[in-house]
């Protein structure tokens, strides 16, 4: 069964410093999306991508975030001065289409020391 | 602001019952629902959405949509100590891509 598959599973970095994260979504989804959940707080939406450009972000999607798909298969997450409050699970997820079902990969925790 | 609410329980259930899930909403755009099952550390697992006033089936689960109400739930039946985890209820539409999560309920199904 197709999966959306992210990596690192854990990633540790130090405050100040940049981080990305990578997604693969499921290969025929048109819907990208970026989610984050902060230990025992609800899931939060961060930003969804479609045709090669951010279609919706939320507030907590600020300049320090950006994302990108370099090439067919990747889409990442590119936090570029970490802090302390963004240590989290992040989320990708895909879906085929607008306001469908999204289907999420295992996520990547990130810790901000 | 959008905002879903759900009960965050814990809500506990002998094994063989029904376990039934609520969430409400509060942006009358919303369009679609969803289900997400996520176990301790894990990411959200799919169970269920639906778009249509009334009743949708799939196996144990049941999803029911009331949009005058703004209501939403989830009914398990013959729960099964592997349901335990929380449930997560989201509501995407109205001109949004993503998903708006409610905090969740922690259900335990007892042996």
């Known amino acids: 069964e197709p999966e959306v598959t992210q990596t690192p599973s854990h990633q540790v970095t130090q405050m100040g410093q940049e981080v990305i994260l990578r997604c693969v979504p499921i290969?025929?989804?048109?819907?990208f999306y970026w989610y984050r959940q902060i230990l025992g707080q609800k899931v939060e939406f961060l930003v969804s991508f479609y045709n090669n450009e951010i279609s919706e972000k939320s507030e907590i999607f600020d300049d320090q975030f950006s994302v990108e798909r370099p090439d067919g298969s990747n889409f990442t997450l590119k936090i570029r001065s970490t802090k302390l409050e963004d240590s989290a699970m992040y989320f990708c997820?895909?879906?085929?289409?607008?306001?469908?079902?999204?289907?999420f990969g295992q996520g990547t925790r990130l810790t901000v020391v | 602001q959008k905002e879903v609410e759900q009960n965050s329980g814990p809500l506990s259930v002998p094994e063989g019952a029904i376990a039934s899930l609520n969430c409400t909403y509060s942006d009358r755009g919303s369009q679609s629902f969803f289900w997400y099952r996520q176990y301790s550390g894990k990411s959200p697992e799919l169970i269920m959405f639906?778009?249509?006033?009334g009743d949708k089936e799939d196996g144990r689960f049941t999803a029911q949509l009331n949009k005058a109400s703004q209501y939403v739930s989830l009914l398990i039946r013959d729960s099964q100590p592997s349901d335990s985890a929380t449930y997560l209820c989201a509501a995407s539409g109205g001109g949004a891509d993503g998903l708006t999560f409610g905090k969740g309920t922690h259900l335990i199904i007892q042996p």
């Open positions: 639906i778009y249509s006033n």
């Open positions: 997820a895909s879906g085929q289409g607008r306001s469908t079902e999204a289907f």
């Open positions: 290969s025929n989804h048109l819907y």
